[in-house]
C-alpha cells in the first residue's frame, strides 16, 4: 500500500522524519530523535545543509499560510454564528 504524501513536505525523507517524530511518547525518546537528527545534519555537504534549509523553510511558510486559513475560517464561522445568535435573539 502507498501512502499519499503531505502538501507541506517538498521531500518525503522530511515527511518521514516527520512521522517519525510524531510516533514519539517520551521525553527521552524526543531527545534521542533530536540528536541523532542533529548528527545526520552534521554530516552533511555545505551544500545538502542548504538544499535541506531551504525545504525547510518551504515547510514552515506552507504551514503557516495553513494555519492563516484556519484562523480565518475560524473567525468568519464566529462571524456566521455571532449572526445566526443575533437573528434568533431578535426573531
Known sequence: MTTKQSNY????????EFNEFR???????KEAFYRK?????EKKTQEEKQTYNE?????I???GK??????????LGAVVNIRKNLSLEIA
Open 23 to 29: 510516533k514519539l511518547k517520551t521525553e527521552k525518546e
Open 9 to 16: 513536505f517538498p521531500d518525503p525523507s522530511m515527511e518521514a
Open 55 to 59: 525545504a525547510t523553510q518551504i515547510v
Open 66 to 75: 495553513r494555519v492563516e486559513e484556519l484562523i480565518e475560517r475560524a473567525e
Open 37 to 41: 537528527r542533529k548528527a545526520d545534519f
Open 61 to 63: 511558510k506552507a504551514i
